[in-house]
């Protein structure tokens, strides 16, 4: 069975989001100093934002787990 390609795209942001809240509670050993896990969330936090604007793409999907990933990812990326 196909799967359209909105549903893999939004799949991948959510993949995205669980990374950010991994990193943000320490569930993962990265092996990388804070400062570049905060520098790994802030790219993915500007790649969500850049996703999030584009609201004629994503207008048939729920993006509360992806804004509310962008906001505590931007969040830890700036503290």
Known sequence: M???QLDRDHLTLVHMC?????????N???GETVSERK???GRMVQHLE???????KWA?????????????????WKS
Do not use: H, Y
């Not at 669980?18 to 320490?26: C, E, G, K, L, P």
């Not at 850049?50 to 004629?56: A, I, N, P, Q, V």
């Open 2 to 4: 196909a799967v359209n």
């Open 18 to 26: 669980d990374n950010i809240d991994d990193i943000i509670a320490s």
């Open 50 to 56: 850049g996703e999030l604007l584009d609201t004629e």
């Open 39 to 41: 520098a790994n969330v």
């Open 60 to 76: 048939s999907k729920d993006m509360t787990v992806i804004q509310t990933a962008a906001t505590a990812g931007r969040t830890f």
């Open 28 to 30: 993962i050993d990265t």
